[in-house]
């Protein structure tokens, strides 16, 4: 069993601006990294450094985009989008995706990255598995880690999956990522928790994001940005 670990998150918005003040007014970050490199796929994001975890916004710029279609699909102008858990080898991944006839939406190789993305209607979710090569993390910029000091919110701690049968998905994750697991709805990795619950009626899919804080103020907060609960909670020792 290797390491896994939560590393990103991302929502996606029509309406990228109004989140990124939300984001800002709400929950203090700032502006985040924009990556030319997902033009390619019809996309404009903003990548918001959380101590060494990255929280995404996504939004499409051409009808053609995949982001487009998912809200389209869904019938909103936001929603929790995609995990993206980083991994020593991504060729385990690989292998168990194809023992659990796990569709793939993309699978891409080069010097620098190594990335499997699994799709929703199989994990709840879009997942992206990775492996980063050189270690600095490029899709949050070559300068995050000397970026504006850390402000309340510190972390990810864990994300909520919203689906129709919690302990059926939490079973398939578990046997994917081949993680300890016995029962329940909780998967806890080697950084980060993956939680599954019921869904309501016409919300299934990533339904929320935990975060940590430093300011004990600020514990117990929620807040619904991008369609997605942020919830705040006390960062571990």
């Known amino acids: 069993m290797g390491q896994v670990r939560l590393r990103q998150v991302a929502v996606a918005a029509l309406d990228g601006g109004e989140v990124v003040k939300q984001l800002n007014t709400t929950l203090g ?23 060494n975890q990255f929280l995404e916004l996504v939004s499409p710029v051409t009808h053609a985009a995949p982001v487009w279609r998912f809200l389209q699909k869904r019938g909103r102008e936001a929603a929790g989008y995609m995990v993206v858990l980083e991994v020593d080898s991504v060729d385990p991944y690989r292998a168990r995706a194809e023992t659990l006839h796990l569709r793939v939406a993309l699978d891409s190789e080069s010097e620098t990255w190594s990335t499997l993305h699994l799709h929703p209607r199989d994990m709840g979710s ?32 864990g994300v909520r999956i919203a689906t129709s049968d919690p302990i ?54 929620c807040h619904t940005i991008a369609g997605t609960n942020f919830q705040i909670v006390k960062m571990s020792r």
């Open 29 to 51: 970050l700032s502006t985040g990294y924009q990556d030319p490199g997902v033009a390619e796929f019809g996309l404009e994001n903003h990548v918001f450094a959380l101590g």
């Open 168 to 221: 059926a998905l939490a079973s398939r994750w578990a046997t994917f990522l081949d993680v300890p697991y016995s029962s329940g709805v909780d998967l806890r990795l080697n950084q980060g928790t993956i939680e599954f619950v019921r869904a309501a009626s016409g919300n299934d899919g990533l339904v929320g994001v935990d975060l940590f804080t430093s300011e004990e103020s600020l514990v117990g907060e």
């Open 126 to 157: 879009l997942v992206s598995v990775d492996r980063d090569k050189g270690g600095d993390w490029m899709p949050a910029g070559p300068d995050w880690r000397d970026g504006p000091a850390a402000g309340a919110i510190t972390g990810i701690a």
